[in-house]
T-cell receptor, first 113, second 114 residues
Framework: QKEVEQDPGPLSVPEGAIVSLNCTYS??????FMWYRQYSRKGPELLMY????GNKEDGRFTAQVDKSSKYISLFIRDSQPSDSATYLC?????????????FGQGTTLQVKP | ETGVTQTPRHLVMGMTNKKSLKCEQH?????MYWYKQSAKKPLELMFV???????ENNSVPSRFSPECPNSSHLFLHLHTLQPEDSALYLC?????????????FGEGSRLTVL
C-alpha cells in the first residue's frame, strides 16, 4: 500500500465549478499537510499548508484535513482556466524531518472556459 | 536571478554519455534536494544536502552522483544511464528548521536517455 494515494485524473470541469481534490494516507504520524500546484513545464509551488486537523481558507482555496479518516482535501471555488494545473498533495511527520515530504502522484485539473 | 534555477532545461543523452545537471538557489537556504518526477508517479526524493552534508540517499543507483560544493549550488552527475531514467529532475531548496519546511522548486531538467 502506498503511503499517500491520489487519483491522477485527469479532471475536467467548466469554468466556475467547485473542484474537490483529495488524498488518502496510511501513516497516522503525518502532521503537516500541503498542497503544491504545478503548471505545465514548471516546478511545483506551495499553494496551501495545514498543520494537524481542521480547515484553512485562502481566497478561493480551502484545505481540509481529517486525521481520523486519514483524508485531506483541497476545494477550489469559482474555478478559473488559470487553475488548470497538476495539484500534488504532500505530507510529513512532525518529528523535525524538515523537508522530507511524501508526495501523492498528483491530480491533473483542466478548467474549460 | 531569483529563486531556484536549473540548467540545462532539456537534455538528451545516450547510455554511454556522461553529463551533469546544475542547480543554483538564490534564497539563502541551507538545504538542497534532488527529486525525480516520472509520469503518473509521485515525486521521488533522491538526495538531500543539509549544510552541504549529504543526509539522505534513497537507494539511488550509483549511476547518479550528487555534488554540493556550497549551500547555493547542487549538481547531479549522470553516467551510464538507462532509458528508464528518462524523467523530469527537479531541484529544490528549503530552510532547515523552518516551521513549514516549504520546498522551493526549480523548473526542472527534462532528461531523455536514448
Amino acid at each position: 500500500q502506498k503511503e499517500v494515494e491520489q487519483d491522477p485524473g485527469p479532471l475536467s470541469v467548466p469554468e466556475g465549478a467547485i473542484v474537490s481534490l483529495n488524498c488518502t494516507y496510511s501513516n497516522s504520524a503525518f502532521q503537516y499537510f500541503m498542497w503544491y500546484r504545478q503548471y505545465s513545464r514548471k516546478g511545483p509551488e506551495l499553494l496551501m499548508y495545514t498543520y494537524s486537523s481542521g480547515n484553512k481558507e485562502d481566497g478561493r482555496f480551502t484545505a481540509q484535513v481529517d486525521k481520523s479518516s486519514k483524508y485531506i482535501s483541497l476545494f477550489i471555488r469559482d474555478s478559473q482556466p488559470s487553475d488548470s494545473a497538476t495539484y500534488l498533495c504532500a505530507m510529513r511527520h512532525g518529528s523535525g524531518n524538515t523537508g522530507k515530504l511524501i508526495f501523492g502522484q498528483g491530480t491533473t485539473l483542466q478548467v474549460k472556459p | 536571478e531569483t529563486g531556484v534555477t536549473q540548467t540545462p532545461r532539456h537534455l538528451v543523452m545516450g547510455m554511454t554519455n556522461k553529463k551533469s545537471l546544475k542547480c543554483e538557489q538564490h534564497l539563502g537556504h541551507n538545504a538542497m534536494y534532488w527529486y525525480k518526477q516520472s509520469a503518473k508517479k509521485p515525486l521521488e526524493l533522491m538526495f538531500v544536502y543539509s549544510l552541504e552534508e549529504r543526509v539522505e540517499n534513497n537507494s539511488v543507483p550509483s549511476r547518479f552522483s550528487p555534488e554540493c560544493p556550497n549551500s547555493s549550488h547542487l549538481f547531479l552527475h549522470l553516467h551510464t544511464l538507462q532509458p528508464e531514467d528518462s524523467a523530469l529532475y527537479l531541484c529544490a531548496s528549503s530552510q532547515a528548521g523552518s516551521p513549514t519546511g516549504e520546498l522551493f522548486f526549480g523548473e526542472g531538467s527534462r532528461l531523455t536517455v536514448l
